[in-house]
């Protein structure tokens, strides 16, 4: 079974600044999808980012990238310029035929 | 096009009451899968079913729960004789199928199920 990890419960970062958000995943399988979804206090899951593992380039989307490592089952997410409104719980999530989520970050962007 | 909708949004029940929550996927999306967070935790994943077929239960509990996607219809996650335990956020999502399966979930709002 797969698995997904995020062993940061929370964390903060300054408004403006950069703050990144780690992942790992356990997996046999070699061609699957990882993704990043937000969470605010809406509780909507929103999707954030998108990567295909048979891709080697790392995915991009405005403020949000990932640094994907496949041998070292790492998905982590970066946020640049961080602003208010990216205060949110954020997912990582593992899928093949179906989705699987880590427990979470809750992340605080401070004025 | 209308996105995965969930109702009731909102569900209150005591306990022993039976609860059914509904789902209707995004128009053309023949993939439905249900998960369960509870307050302050993660996603955790039930079931995930095609039409008239249930492909994956290993996250659904045994006993009480149950889940169906008809033919015609919403997919419908049943809770019988519901206990406390049972209070949390229930997410629905849909997909494409898989031979044009861009990886993507499209989430529900939720279902908020409070047992009394």
């Known amino acids: 079974a797969q698995t997904v990890t995020q062993s940061q419960p929370e964390m903060s970062v300054q408004e403006a600044e950069t703050v990144t958000l780690s992942c790992t995943y356990d997996?046999?399988?070699?061609?699957?999808?990882l993704f990043w979804y937000k969470q605010p206090p809406s509780r909507q899951m929103i999707l954030v980012i998108r990567q295909e593992a048979y891709k080697q380039q790392n995915a991009t989307e405005n403020r949000f990238s990932v640094n994907f490592q496949k041998a070292a089952k790492s998905f982590s997410l970066k946020i640049s310029d961080s602003q208010l409104g990216d205060t949110a719980m954020y997912f990582c999530?593992?899928?093949?035929?179906?989705?699987?989520f880590g427990a979470g970050t809750r992340l605080t962007v401070k004025p | 096009n209308a996105g995965v909708m969930q109702n009731p949004r909102h569900l209150v029940r005591r306990r022993g009451q039976e609860a059914r929550l509904r789902c209707s996927p995004m128009k053309g999306h023949s993939h439905v899968y249900w998960y369960r967070q509870l307050p302050e935790e993660g996603l955790k994943f039930m079931v995930y079913?095609?039409?008239?077929?249930?492909?994956?239960e290993s996250g659904m509990p045994k006993e009480r729960f149950s889940a169906e996607f008809p033919k015609e219809g919403p997919s419908i996650l049943r809770i019988q004789q519901v206990v406390r335990g049972d209070s949390a956020a229930y997410f629905c999502?849909?997909?494409?199928?898989?031979?044009?399966?861009?990886?993507?979930?499209?989430f529900g709002e939720g279902s908020r199920l409070t047992v009394l």
């Open positions: 997996t046999s399988e070699n061609n699957y999808y």
């Open positions: 999502a849909s997909s494409l199928t898989v031979t044009t399966n861009t990886g993507e979930l499209f």
């Open positions: 999530a593992f899928m093949l035929n179906d989705m699987r």
């Open positions: 079913l095609q039409k008239e077929n249930i492909i994956d």
